[in-house]
């Protein structure tokens, strides 16, 4: 069940003009970045009630306390109060940085996140979380608020770059492998060019809704979300700083396989669903050719995650559910790394 305040809409965008009417807010602004505003933006722009504009630069090198500076700036140069609404009309970047400005200015005035990534729409989108990066940390600076509503249409991927909506992808799959044995037979047996994303985005939004609903604070069961994430985000993370920089998506990709074999050795799936997740996540993100253990592992080592000295992962436990918390050895996550490298597409 989605909360009022996620909207899925299957149409063309528009915002229900009752609920801005009944809020009387003094000023509107639109938050965009160069791409969103010319993608997405003529999609809704006649849907909008009176507003200004304030366009910031695309990338998440921008998701910077000098980007909040600029929006922060021209709130104040248009002398926005505390009644006034920001919308905000981009990927995770945008929704990260603009939801922050908006709860920050002036003690936090209303906004509304509408996401225009795959990635944004099915995870970003939901659990409130909002920051940007501070010097080499990412999502270092934030806060923990809601929109006052969030709309969802899947129109605005017509225009996404392919390899933006794969890497949206890649959360679409993690949430069916820990959630739905069902969905994930329904997903593995399509191309990417073939999904009914509508489906899988309220599939998604749902999913990841009644997680947080029942774990805001990450606890644990909201621990399952991370599956594929400890490998994922530590070739992520090397791979930064490196030529061949890959896109989030594609990280998780192989933390979902490597995952998956330590779920696989530890018997908790099949060899059966072993094969199934690597065939199908192969196919779809081809393979990253892996940094050396050495260097890979301190990385894992730092996850946050960890506790006390252990490598603690989420894993699926069959297709169509996870457990958390499962210590792994640095010998299992060495093995997962050799596995991967040893596939053939
Ligand atoms: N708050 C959370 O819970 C949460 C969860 C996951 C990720 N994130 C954050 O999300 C960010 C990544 O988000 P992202 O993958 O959406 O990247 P992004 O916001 O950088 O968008 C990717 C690119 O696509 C462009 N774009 C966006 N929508 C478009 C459209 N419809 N048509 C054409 N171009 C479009 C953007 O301008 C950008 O260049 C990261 O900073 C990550 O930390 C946050
Ligand atoms: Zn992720």
Not at 127 to 155: A, R
């Amino acid at each position: 069940m989605l909360p009022k305040h996620i909207i899925i809409q299957s149409g063309p965008a528009h915002l229900q003009q009752g609920f801005l009417t009944s809020q009387k807010y003094t000023q509107v602004a639109v938050l965009m970045d160069e791409h969103t505003q010319s993608d997405c933006y003529p999609l809704l722009a006649t849907a909008l009630p009176i507003h200004q504009t304030i366009i910031v630069p695309a990338g998440e090198e921008f998701k910077n306390l000098d980007t909040c500076t600029k929006v922060w700036q021209k709130l104040t140069d248009l002398a926005f109060d505390r009644h006034s609404l920001l919308i905000i009309l981009g990927g995770g970047v945008l929704g990260d940085l603009g939801g922050f400005c908006a709860s920050t200015y002036k003690r936090g005035i209303d906004f509304i996140l509408i996401p225009t990534t795959l990635l944004s729409q099915v995870d970003a989108s939901v659990g409130g979380k909002l920051g940007i990066d501070f010097q080499h940390y990412k999502n270092h600076i934030g806060v923990f608020q809601e929109p006052v509503y969030t709309l969802i249409v899947s129109d605005f991927l017509k225009t996404l770059p392919e390899r933006e909506l794969r890497s949206g992808f890649a959360e679409v799959i993690k949430h069916c492998l820990i959630s739905d044995k069902e969905m994930w037979q329904k997903v593995s047996a399509k191309a990417m060019e073939k999904q009914s994303w509508d489906e899988l985005i309220r599939h998604s939004v749902s999913f990841k809704y009644s997680v947080i609903a029942k774990d805001p604070k990450e606890r644990g069961l909201r621990k399952i979300l991370n599956f594929g994430h400890t490998i994922g985000h530590a070739v992520e993370s090397y791979l930064l700083a490196s030529v061949d920089r890959i896109f989030h998506g594609e990280a998780i990709a192989v933390g979902m396989v490597t995952e998956s074999f330590i779920a696989y050795e530890k018997g908790l799936i099949a060899q059966s669903e072993l094969d199934q997740i690597t065939a199908y996540v192969l196919k779809v993100f081809g393979k990253v050719s892996l940094p050396a253990h050495d260097q890979l592992m301190p990385v894992i080592g730092q996850d946050k995650k960890n506790k006390g000295g252990s490598i603690l992962m989420a894993l699926p436990k069959g297709i169509g559910s996870a457990i958390w918390d499962i210590e792994t050895s640095e010998g299992e996550i060495k093995g997962s790394l050799d596995y991967y490298r040893s596939r053939q597409i």
